[in-house]
């Protein structure tokens, strides 16, 4: 399998209905929320990738563009953006879809780096194989 073939293999995507319990006092989507969401979706792409335990080291650059209302419907997409020695980057994008229409639109994109580490918690060679 080619490196391009394995990114595009460990693509995930999450559905989450947006319920009341995680909203903020303006009925959206709390942001707190999006970002361990996002984290989530982010390990699983970085695992799906390496079959490695990895861990996270850095968030970067979360861009809230649309609120998130309850009672929608959202998408999490992550995708391996870049591959280091111990490293590798993925982005994730959360889509808000309406429930009862065809509406759907970017809300929320962001970068999340994660470092593969070793049964001694040490960082160890990502595996690109």
Do not use: C
């Amino acid at each position: 399998m080619t490196l391009d073939e394995k990114i595009k293999q460990s693509e995930t995507h999450i559905f989450k209905a947006v319920f009341p319990n995680t909203t903020n006092h303006y009925d959206t989507l709390f942001g707190g929320t999006a970002m361990q969401l996002m984290d989530e979706v982010a390990f699983i792409t970085a695992t799906r990738f390496s079959r490695q335990r990895v861990v996270t080291v850095s968030s970067d650059r979360i861009d809230f563009k649309r609120p998130i209302p309850a009672g929608t419907i959202a998408e999490l997409i992550g995708k391996v953006k870049y591959i280091g020695k111990t490293s590798l980057q993925v982005h994730v994008e959360i889509f808000v879809e309406d429930m009862y229409s065809e509406n759907r639109e970017k809300a929320i994109s962001g970068n999340f780096t994660f470092v593969a580490i070793d049964e001694n918690k040490m960082p160890t060679s990502i595996n690109k194989d």
